[in-house]
């Protein structure tokens, strides 16, 4: 399930970044770039592969967002650990009805 996941965020995230770096760059020079008051130092093809992942990990943060607020009430409470190997005070240890509070 964490690796259907994981392709839910990274493949939609890969092709907003690419249609994004297409958008930029077809209306920004590489070379016109400058940073801290200088030119960067950098190739043109340098500029494009950064661009490139910094858009697509801001993307993926987006789609990962999406996805954790798109995850069920049961997804996000239940506990990974099998119900015999729960330490003592577990509150998923109790039976319905039999433990403080309920």
Not at 25 to 40: K, N, S
Request: charged share 15%.
């Amino acid at each position: 399930m964490l690796g259907q996941r994981l392709m839910w965020v990274a493949w939609p995230a890969f092709l907003v970044a690419a249609v994004l770096e297409m958008l930029i760059f077809a209306v920004v020079d590489p070379t016109d770039l400058h940073w801290a008051g200088g030119g960067l130092d950098l190739s043109r093809e340098a500029v494009y592969t950064v661009t490139f992942f910094v858009l697509w990990g801001f993307t993926m943060l987006s789609s990962s967002l999406t996805t954790l607020l798109s995850m069920s009430p049961f997804e996000v409470n239940r506990c990974p650990i099998p119900a015999d190997q729960r330490p003592v005070d577990c509150a998923k240890n109790c039976e319905p009805g039999s433990c403080q509070g309920s």
